[in-house]
């Protein structure tokens, strides 16, 4: 009797065992790593899609351009086809996230120019070479509520999960693109009256304007890191947005007053400060970081870009003082410089 008790008793305990080891194991979340391998082991047939695009235009389609639109409507049926042709067509070079799979996993998750299938768009977002691990989580997770509640989840999109410097950088291109159009537009609508001469000179402005933008993001922060084409980016968008800023100011005459003698002083300051980080930036700490030949560079970009909105201040607004002009430039300039010189305050 006692030997059947102890051996009911063992099986009892294993049984138990077994069912609190089930329990555990249905609690533990697959990890992404598991679901991908899942995903993409499983066989599947590229759908019959239209090809609204040539055969020639495919090599050089642009997955982006047409999946948003930006400047024009969105395609998706060729955003369909350019994203299946990527895909048949890897290029580990390029580092972009929404090439081939990237653009596919949006479109099937979305169900634009094809049926909603989360299951392929679970596939094609672990397709995605360029996804970090935390990417990956945030975008799988969001699917599956995609998946559940599909009128309640909010449109899946890639930089809804960025957290590496390479998505960042992806992300604020497109942001970019979002905001040069608007700008465009902007700028177009102020010149509608705008003499042929006027216009000339402002195109002129543009692009000693552009220069600068390039020096500027380029020379004066340190290129380091993934995310470094981020901040490039960012930096680019607030000096193109203060361009249309200076422009609806200097037309409204609302600047600071300055005398000659007050825009003098401004130079003097920014000579003094231009000096110092010579000196400061002289030996750079490592590859990529801010150094002296850059930011003399950038210097003389920035010089011909303020030549060139005094030419325009003497055509467009004559009866706003040059003087008034360029001291409010080379604040503007002496504010960036002074970014900088903290940055050399705090390098070690």
């Known amino acids: ?168 950088g992806a992300c604020s291109s497109i942001r970019s693109r979002w905001k040069e159009f608007e700008r465009s537009s902007k700028l177009a609508a102020i010149q509608l009256k705008w003499t042929l001469a006027l216009k000339t000179q402002f195109q002129e402005v543009l692009a000693a304007e552009a220069a600068f933008a390039i020096a500027r993001s380029g020379n004066e922060q340190d290129m380091i890191g993934t995310a470094k084409e981020m901040f490039v980016i960012q930096e680019q968008d607030r000096l193109s947005d203060q361009v249309l800023i200076n422009l609806r100011e200097f037309a409204t005459g609302q600047i600071p007053q300055a005398t000659a003698a007050q825009a003098n002083a401004s130079d003097e300051e920014m000579k003094l400060l231009l000096q110092h980080l010579a000196y400061g930036y002289r030996k750079p700490a490592f590859a990529g970081a801010i150094a002296a030949e850059g930011i003399v560079a950038t210097q003389q970009s920035w010089l011909a870009t303020r030549r060139a909105w005094l030419a325009l201040g003497r055509l467009a607004w004559p009866a706003l003082d040059p003087d008034r002009i360029r001291s409010r430039l080379t604040r503007q300039r002496i504010r960036q410089l002074r970014r900088l010189e903290t940055d050399l305050r705090y390098r070690p």
Request: hydrophobic share 45%; net charge negative; charged share 20%.
């Open 1 to 168: 009797m006692n030997l059947l008790r102890d051996s009911f008793m063992r099986q009892a305990a294993l049984l138990l065992a077994l069912m609190l080891w089930a329990l555990i194991a249905a609690a533990q979340p697959i990890s992404w790593q598991e679901l991908c391998s899942n995903a993409t082991l499983r066989d599947f047939k590229p759908p019959a899609i239209a090809k609204p695009l040539a055969e020639a235009e495919l090599p050089s389609c642009n997955e982006q351009q047409l999946y948003y639109g930006f400047e024009r409507k969105p395609d998706p049926a060729a955003a369909l086809q350019c994203g299946y042709f990527q895909r048949a067509h890897d290029r580990p070079e390029i580092g972009d996230p929404f090439y081939g799979p990237g653009v596919l996993s949006m479109l099937y998750a979305n169900g634009i120019g094809v049926a909603r299938d989360i299951d392929m768009a679970i596939r094609f977002s672990c397709e995605n070479r360029w996804a970090a691990g935390a990417e990956m989580e945030s975008r799988l997770a969001h699917l599956e509520r995609l998946r559940q509640a599909p009128a309640d989840a909010a449109k899946f999109d890639l930089c809804d999960a960025a957290t590496s410097g390479l998505m960042g």
